[in-house]
């Protein structure tokens, strides 16, 4: 490949795109200092915030994201969703690649860094698991939670050369923690108790509020998130580090990928 | 315990059936999932029929609507919901019966495929404004890896270059709803809407055009449509046929239910946009007329009839907004037949550009013959659909006194008339010798020779479903209404 | 000696100031780059800004976390829930997004060695 410079040197382009940021920036300066600094009065999240001890949740932000806003939420879910599937699908075809390429591409990490992190790994489930737990009650939740869960099974593949993550599994808990939270929404609109989409079906008295069995179904769901965040971001970090590891076993032994 | 129909099923079906797709591999019911889901929506949508005509369907999610996400079903969405189960079932069938690439057929396809109508169908239905834009990146995003799906280079091409526009796009419409909320502490858009107009009015401006940037380049208008043609011609023509077919009228009937409802007065904002659906409907159609490759010529087509409509939605009226969203359902039958044609013609003729297509009308008469039938709707000849929708559009701009629209839809359909029969000519050349090189499955026809019936149906009893596009235009006009049934009469 | 920042007015004039440096500095960096890379970080940048002006400027000085831990007992004198819940979904949204276009963008690079927007040129006519 020839070396060509992606940036030409076209002075004026550059000089007008940065005049007309400038100029929009200081127009939107202008109308924002001018009028969007008086805070809200009356805004419908004072509402819920006034109205939030009947979901017994401790955590506002929590009841918001689950319950009050949870239609965002599952949409959210699916967005990732959809986004691990796509990048399953651009990085995918590895059933075949498997017996071909040697997994590791680089030299083998160093023993001292498997070890630590065989040992760090169980410890940052617990965190994971924990703050996903606890999501209803404390800062934190599914999403955050999921997320320190996925950055285990990284650090994993990462550092570990023995360490695989099974695409079947990951795919079958993903598929189940999703359809979970539609059944969930589901049986809120079936039960005569609360009959809306998402409801929240279970008991959930306010005296329990700050337990950790409170709250009705916001854990459930909550968990249900955390499951399927773990298993998406992970699948993405797997598909990412196993092609990439590939693509650079292939330049080594001199054989472009034909596509 | 009882299961009620409401329209949460819309969304909440093909979520679920998409989430749950390892599990139909492995008792291979694929396929037929594909082609159910939509066909079940459609059913559901004919079954609420009755009920969304006696008054708007509202369901809660959770807590009460000036507070929490409410749905709603009304005759103006109704259509909407219906068109885009009517469109997914075609498509859907197409893949599964023209027995389609590997690559439409797998699970991913079918989990971006169905999740594309969730978004679709949630972005029609929702009445809130974060809600919105969470589906509208649902169906988004499913578009972009659509587009990419085949994989290859001019297939990524065409799914990056959906991507970063449609993000740009995206970040636009938050930007948005965030000044939306800070300004008037509400996401519902009726809530919203009662409170607009106390808005500073420089700020009610820079909202607006937030927005118009934003939901402008999801519906393919004017200055921000550049990157269409490349992303229909790097597509698989079935999956073109189904962005032009419903996810850009989702967005148009999101652009002008906003207007309609959010201004107090949308005589200004409607004069913008009919500006802007001409000037989309003119240079479109001029440059559809020296395009050498099919789905291109069809990518332009669609944007001239995406300006039409623009422009008869914007003025506002009853009558010509009845014919826009009339139009709506037409432009998606024309094109969604003309994008299965040119998948089929693609597919036996291994490429789409006019120079290799001369004489394949005999090779492939059927698909020719149906290519023509398309053709003359999009141009409105009596006696199929394009025509009545048309009519009520000129009808309405006549009545009305305003003729500048109506002498520019009979340029652009003379125009139209124009490049369609180059390519009908080039399509029965009687010097051309092509010889197919892959046959086609018979029941490929099937869907096809559906929406060919339909379009003849339309524009031959056009009186059949003219009730059903007048409730639908007087309900997306009636802002009073919209704003009473959920905010309660009191506001 | 930060008292001032008490002032809801200077506190938010100050959000507002660095949200929209950030905004524009991404929009400059989408119209102004041409590696594929850059374009993606230029657009995580605009919405980055979006989620700081939205989470800054629905909170004032003086409310605290709305979560009832160390001694608070009733859901007063609080940030606003909804921009927080709203802002966590934006994040999640535009992660998904960035992650999809930066897997895109590298396999089209594997494919046909470029990187640059303005020579992606497969699909032009003719």
Same mark, same amino acid.
């Given at each position: ?76 879910v699916t967005?990732l969703f959809l986004a691990a599937t796509g990048i399953g699908l651009?990085?995918g075809?590895r059933d ?69 993550l099974s695409h079947t599994r990951v795919g079958l808990l993903e598929s189940l923690s999703g359809s979970g939270f539609v059944i ?40 249900l998130?955390?499951v399927k965040?773990g298993a998406e971001?992970a699948a993405i970090?797997g598909d ?20 | ?13 093909p979520l679920l059936l998409a989430f749950a797709s390892p599990l139909w591999v492995r008792y291979r019911l694929l396929m037929p999932l594909l082609?159910?889901t ?67 057929r797998d699970r991913r396809a079918f989990v971006f495929l169905l999740l ?9 239905? !929702? ?365 | ?17 660095? !949200? ?43 409310? !605290? ?62």
């Amino acid at each position: 490949m020839t070396a060509v410079p992606l940036r030409k040197r076209v002075r004026v382009k550059t000089l007008l795109l940065v005049l007309l940021c400038g100029w929009l920036f200081a127009v939107h300066l202008g109308l924002l200092l001018q009028y969007g600094l008086d805070g809200q009065s009356a805004s419908m999240g004072d509402a819920l915030l006034a109205r939030n001890a009947e979901t017994a949740s401790a955590n506002a932000v929590t009841s918001v994201v689950v319950s009050y806003r949870g239609f965002d939420t599952l949409g959210e879910v699916t967005v990732l969703f959809l986004a691990a599937t796509g990048i399953g699908l651009f990085f995918g075809r590895r059933d075949r690649r498997d017996s071909e390429v040697p997994e590791t591409a680089g030299s083998p990490p160093n023993e001292m860094m498997v070890t630590g992190v065989r040992l760090l790994f169980p410890v940052l489930i617990l965190l994971g698991v924990y703050v996903v737990v606890h999501g209803h009650l404390s800062p934190g939740g599914g999403f955050q939670g999921g997320v320190i869960i996925a950055t285990a099974f990284f650090l994993r593949l990462l550092a570990d050369p023995d360490f695989r993550l099974s695409h079947t599994r990951v795919g079958l808990l993903e598929s189940l923690s999703g359809s979970g939270f539609v059944i969930m929404g589901l049986l809120g609109l079936s039960l005569a108790g609360t009959a809306t989409f998402l409801g929240n079906f279970l008991p959930h008295p306010v005296a329990d509020m700050g337990r950790l069995l409170s709250a009705g179904v916001i854990p459930i769901i909550y968990c249900l998130v955390g499951v399927k965040v773990g298993a998406e971001v992970a699948a993405i970090f797997g598909d990412m580090l196993e092609r990439g590891g590939e693509h650079e076993a292939a330049q080594v032994k001199d054989k472009p990928e034909a596509e | 315990m009882t299961l009620p129909l409401t329209p949460v099923w819309f969304v909440a079906l093909p979520l679920l059936l998409a989430f749950a797709s390892p599990l139909w591999v492995r008792y291979r019911l694929l396929m037929p999932l594909l082609v159910g889901t939509p066909a079940l929506l459609l059913l559901l949508a004919f079954v609420l029929l009755p009920e969304v005509r006696t008054g708007p369907l509202l369901e809660t999610i959770v807590i009460a609507p000036p507070l929490g996400i409410h749905l709603q079903l009304d005759s103006a969405s109704w259509i909407l919901v219906a068109l885009i189960s009517l469109a997914g079932l075609l498509a859907t069938a197409f893949i599964w019966l023209s027995d389609a690439e590997p690559y439409l057929r797998d699970r991913r396809a079918f989990v971006f495929l169905l999740l594309l109508i969730a978004g679709c169908n949630g972005m029609v239905l !929702t009445g809130d404004l974060f809600n919105l834009y969470v589906f509208l990146e649902i169906a988004g995003v499913s578009a972009y890896a659509l587009s990419a799906l085949r994989r290859d280079a001019s297939a990524l091409e065409a799914g990056l270059k959906y991507l970063i526009i449609g993000s740009v796009a995206a970040v636009f419409f938050l930007f948005s709803v965030v000044l939306i909320y800070l300004q008037t502490g509400q996401l519902n858009m009726a809530a919203v809407a009662a409170r607009f107009g106390g808005i500073p009015a420089p700020m009610q401006l820079l909202i607006g055009l937030l927005m118009l940037v934003g939901l402008g380049i999801k519906a393919e208008l004017f200055p921000f449509n550049f990157w269409v043609p490349d992303v229909y011609q790097g597509s698989h023509p079935v999956l073109a046929g189904l962005f032009s077919g419903l996810l850009v009228k989702a967005f148009l009937f999101v652009l002008f239910h906003l207007v309609f409802l959010l201004l107090a007065d949308p005589q200004v904002a409607g004069l913008w946009l009919m500006g802007l659906g001409a000037t989309t409907m003119l240079i479109a159609e001029v440059v559809a007329l020296r395009q050498e490759d099919m789905r291109r010529m069809l990518a332009y087509s669609s944007l001239g009839q995406i300006g039409l409509i623009t422009l008869a939605l914007g003025f506002g009226m009853q009558a010509t907004t009845a014919g826009g969203l009339f139009h709506m359902v037409n432009h998606t039958l024309v094109k969604l037949l003309l994008f299965l044609t040119a998948a089929v013609l693609l597919r036996s003729f291994v490429s789409a550009r006019l120079a290799d297509l001369a004489g394949a009308g005999r090779a492939r008469p059927l698909a020719a013959a149906l290519f023509v039938l398309g053709a003359l709707a999009v141009m409105g000849l009596p006696p199929l659909s394009g025509f009545a929708s048309k009519l009520w559009i000129l009808k309405g701009f006549a009545e009305a006194g305003v003729f500048w629209p109506v002498a520019l839809i009979l340029l652009a359909a003379l125009i139209e008339a124009g490049y369609y029969f180059r390519w009908i000519k080039v399509l029965y050349d009687p010097n051309g010798d092509l010889k197919a090189a892959a046959p086609v499955e018979r029941m490929a026809y099937v869907p096809m020779g559906v929406a060919a019936g339909l379009i003849i149906l339309l524009g031959v009893a056009p009186f059949l479903v003219d009730d059903l596009f007048i409730e639908g235009a007087q309900t997306l006009l009636d802002r009073g209404a919209a704003l009473s049934a959920v905010l309660g009469a009191g506001s | 000696m930060l008292a001032f920042l008490d002032d809801p007015k200077i506190l938010h004039g100050i959000y507002v100031l660095g !949200t929209l440096t950030l905004f524009f500095i991404g929009l400059y960096g989408l119209l102004a780059k041409r590696h594929l890379l850059k374009v993606l970080i230029s657009i995580a940048v605009m919405e980055l800004s979006v989620y700081l002006l939205f989470v800054g400027l629905a909170t004032s000085p003086g409310e !605290t976390a709305p979560i009832l831990s160390d001694g608070l007992t009733e859901f007063a004198g609080m940030a606003d829930p909804v921009p927080q819940a709203l802002t966590l979904t934006a994040i999640v949204i535009g992660l998904a997004v960035l992650a999809l276009g930066v897997s895109l963008a590298v396999q089209y690079h594997r494919l046909t060695g470029k990187a640059d927007i303005a020579r992606m040129t497969e699909l032009k006519e003719l």
